[in-house]
């Protein structure tokens, strides 16, 4: 027999074990199996089975398998019914950041330092890419999801907190997208022995979650604004209670109960079948100026959800933060006028500047276009002189100098951030 009809033969076994424990739990009454038990009943399957193989081949005087090829297609026939597959051992392999499958095309993956490789394809067929898909929506989310020509795209977190994304019909090939987080980096001082920022800024970050100011984290994509951000709500204590507001559950603010045990998560829903139900981040914001908290959270601002986390942090709800798709500090005041028109307030540039002026304290831009993750400009917003806003770039970093330059802090935000821990030096806030 095969490699792939063994694997095969175990997959069947397991899912026959799973079918019989559910159907026996249904029978009296019980709950069905939570996943870490199901990952354990289909182990025990596999093994069981493997080693019944095993047996019959050595009594028909065929070689018997060793026991690393044993585990490889125990591991392989449980991905086959619980994981995702062949995709498995890339979301196993902890080198690895991105993942980018296009149909049965060979699949191309990012390291994590920064550099891209080509591996084998990870199904056979497009069909089965898509099959794929709508067995990890069924699945792996924390509610059943559809993936069909009427529902064409996906949008979830995996069990080990991986996003996933996927779109079919509206591309040429189904596709699928999968980024990795890695939750073990999630304070400021694991950020800064990577390299995204110095001692200082440590400092000065550590001191403005302190004194509540609101900032915006911007960045392309897979800048590492997530993560900057994971960092920053690790800072506040834990007597605050925080909402967070993503469209698929990054964060993972759930990870750190301890840090965070008075917390809620909400996540945006797409509209059903009947084009009903739909819930936006915008919804989702206004939901959580209604849930008591200390501070809103909004993973990434993108639409309308600007103009009601804008009234947020204006209205009291200080220590806020965000992130939002930028390619400066500077960028980030336009952008986020443009996405408070798609609120369709119908308000005048000049009110929508006093309204950012007076709801936003610092802007941070994390750099990632040489393949290195670095903060290279932080921004202290001053206030706005009718369309323009009015800011100072009070931290930049520019390739090639020895240390950051930058203007001064206004005295009452150096100050503020004094009380709350930050010291300072000549590196930053200070006119070089």
Not at 50 to 74: K, P
Not at 328 to 347: D, I, Q
Request: charged share 25%; proline share 4%.
């Amino acid at each position: 027999m095969s490699a792939p009809s063994l694997v095969e033969a175990l997959a069947s076994r397991v899912s026959e074990a799973l079918a019989d424990e559910r159907i026996a739990r249904h029978a009296v009454g019980d709950s069905d199996l939570s996943i870490p038990q199901e990952w354990d009943l289909a182990r025990s399957a596999a093994t069981a089975e493997c080693a019944r193989l095993s047996a019959a081949r050595r009594s028909e005087g065929g070689s018997v398998l060793n026991d690393v090829q044993e585990r490889e297609l125990v591991g392989a026939a449980i991905a086959h019914v619980l994981g995702l597959g062949r995709l498995q051992p890339l979301l196993d392999d902890p080198d690895i950041s991105d993942i980018h499958v296009r149909g049965c095309a060979p699949v191309w993956v990012k390291l994590r330092n920064g550099q891209r490789e080509m591996r084998d394809p990870v199904v056979d067929t497009d069909e089965q890419l898509i099959e794929l898909i709508r067995r990890a929506a069924t699945r792996m989310g924390r509610s059943e999801r559809r993936f069909d020509a009427g529902t064409p795209e996906l949008n979830l977190q995996l069990p080990d907190g991986s996003r996933l994304f996927a779109a079919m019909e509206v591309s040429a090939r189904p596709s699928l997208v999968i980024r990795r987080h890695r939750f073990e980096i999630a304070s400021l001082k694991d950020l800064r022995l990577r390299g995204l920022f110095d001692e200082q800024l440590e400092q000065f970050f550590s001191a403005a979650v302190r004194a509540r100011r609101n900032i915006i984290i911007a960045g392309g994509t897979g800048s590492g604004k997530t993560t900057l951000l994971r960092a920053l709500i690790n800072e506040v204590g834990p007597n605050e209670r925080i909402v967070t507001i993503e469209d698929a559950y990054e964060l993972g603010i759930e990870r750190f109960e301890e840090q965070h045990p008075d917390h809620d998560a909400l996540q945006s829903r797409p509209a059903n079948i009947e084009g009903r139900g739909e819930i936006t981040l915008a919804d989702l914001t206004r939901m959580a100026l209604r849930m008591d908290p200390d501070r809103v959270i909004v993973g990434e601002v993108r639409g309308a959800e600007a103009f009601p986390m804008l009234m947020a942090m204006s209205q009291g709800n200080n220590g806020s933060m965000c992130t939002m798709h930028a390619d400066s500090t500077r960028s980030v005041f336009p952008k986020l006028a443009a996405y408070m028109s798609m609120a369709s307030t119908g308000l005048p540039i000049e009110t929508v500047n006093l309204l950012i002026a007076s709801a936003v304290h610092f802007v941070v831009y994390i750099d990632n276009s040489s393949g290195t993750r670095r903060i290279t400009s932080i921004r202290e917003v001053v206030d706005s002189d009718g369309s323009t806003m009015v800011s100072n770039e009070i931290f930049k970093w520019s390739d090639g100098s020895d240390a950051p330059t930058g203007f001064p802090m206004r005295e009452q935000t150096r100050e503020l951030l004094s009380r709350n821990g930050y010291v300072g030096t000549s590196e930053i806030g200070v006119r070089q």
